[in-house]
């Protein structure tokens, strides 16, 4: 029986998906999403998805980062949809 070694390029590395926009920006801002997505996320590791589209599983402290403006905008129209203090 002979052992045949595999050249590098047909070896498999573990790739994870880049579930980030790529733009850099969202990684320096909180996002808005459900807070029983959080929760789900914190116990299972499975990534969320912020109102602006942002997909990662949070792992930070968000109240040492600025709020999402692109988050921000939608919650507050959200809002006003909703009978809110701009009716």
């Known amino acids: 029986m002979s052992t045949k070694i595999l050249p590098e390029s047909d070896t498999q590395s573990d ?6 926009h790529g733009d850099g920006d969202h990684e320096r801002f909180a996002h808005y999403v459900k807070k029983a997505k959080i929760t789900e996320s914190a116990v299972s590791g499975t990534p969320v998805v912020a109102l602006c589209g942002k997909i990662w599983v ?3 402290d968000p109240k040492k980062f600025p709020v999402c403006p692109e ?14 203090k701009d009716e």
């Open 71 to 84: 988050c921000k905008e939608i919650y507050e129209s959200m809002q006003s949809g909703k009978g809110g």
């Open 58 to 60: 949070p792992n930070r």
């Open 15 to 20: 790739v994870k998906p880049d579930l980030s």
